[in-house]
């Protein structure tokens, strides 16, 4: 059963990127973005801009009863996960395949809950340089998908599907067939990376480059190191070396989501990750001051926004 009707939910730098991928490969009403009535009329009004181009998307809202998905893929932040799980229920058939781009090691969780883990690949992804500004982003990699199975060592015919359609509309993806493993590595890069950028109101250069930065991002992903082998995915000095290897891809004027986040006085993902790594050295009793200090640091920066 091939694919040929694509959802996507969330619209920010990953949405309209792969958005404006898949409405250049695929027929336009095959591409559906979801949104809510008033954010459809906003994006109608000012556009939604990738690389220059005005993104022509065909939009549906939530309670238009449509066609269920071939793919549906979440690329909405942590904090609308819950809203964006209730909205997309139209789009979700008996043979739907669900992916989920976000930050984090629970969305698959999350939205397996509801629709069925049978229906959801695990997903990460990694290497792209994307930084959204209101309605306009710009990237100079695209980087990769990322997916396979919940299980380690698994490689199902959905797997297989949705790796055939990648390939036949040329989007740039690699099968892990450990999952878990690769997630836990995401999340701790994005402990790191995304925090540390944030606090130090700065870029992936910043971090590229020896110095304080980096001698922070790699001590607060030292601290999941920590905790990864307590919950039963270790990470070892070998994973901290690929994602670095990984960071060094990105545009050095670049910024990842969360210091975009505080450019723009928007509430971040710092509950996703560092209170994330503060909840889990709770449980297992090790010590992480270093995302301590980070998640204080990114809360006093959010305390200070005026709306």
Not at 39 to 57: A, D, L, M, S
Not at 184 to 213: D, H, I, P, R
Not at 234 to 248: A, C, I, K, S
Request: hydrophobic residues 40%; aromatic residues 8%.
């Amino acid at each position: 059963m091939s694919i040929k009707k694509v959802s996507i939910i969330g619209l920010g730098a990953l949405g309209i990127m792969y958005g404006q991928h898949f409405s250049q490969k695929l027929p336009k009403e095959n591409v559906r973005i979801i949104a809510d009535k008033k954010r459809i009329e906003k994006y109608q009004t000012e556009g939604v801009f990738c690389n220059g181009e005005r993104c022509e998307f065909h939009f549906v809202t939530p309670d238009e009863h449509v066609e269920p998905a071939d793919l549906l893929i979440f690329t909405v932040k942590f904090n609308g996960l819950e809203e964006a799980i209730q909205s997309v229920k139209h789009h979700v058939g008996e043979h739907t395949i669900i992916i989920s781009a976000l930050n984090g090691i629970i969305s698959e969780e999350m939205i397996g809950q509801v629709y069925g883990f049978e229906k959801v690949l695990y997903c990460v992804a990694q290497g792209m340089d994307a930084v959204k500004i209101d309605n306009k982003l710009t990237f100079e990699h695209k980087g990769m998908l990322v997916f396979g199975d919940r299980k380690p060592g698994i490689l199902s015919e959905k797997t297989k599907r949705l790796s055939e359609f990648f390939k036949s509309v040329e989007l740039p993806h690699q099968v892990d067939t450990n999952m878990p493993h690769r997630i836990w590595g995401k999340f701790m890069l994005n402990v790191g990376v995304n925090q540390t950028v944030a606090v130090y109101n700065s870029n992936y250069g910043e971090v590229q480059n020896e110095g304080e930065a980096r001698n922070t991002m790699i001590a607060a992903m030292r601290e999941v190191i920590a905790i990864s082998d307590k919950a039963g995915v270790p990470l070892t000095e070998d994973d901290l070396n690929y994602w670095l290897d990984v960071l060094d891809t990105l545009s050095p004027e670049g910024k990842p989501s969360m210091a975009q986040d505080v450019d723009a006085k928007r509430l971040s993902e710092v509950e996703l990750f560092a209170g994330t790594v503060l909840k889990l050295g709770k449980k297992y009793g090790i010590d992480t001051p270093v995302n301590k200090m980070l998640y204080e640091k990114i809360k006093e920066i959010e305390s200070e926004y005026v709306y």
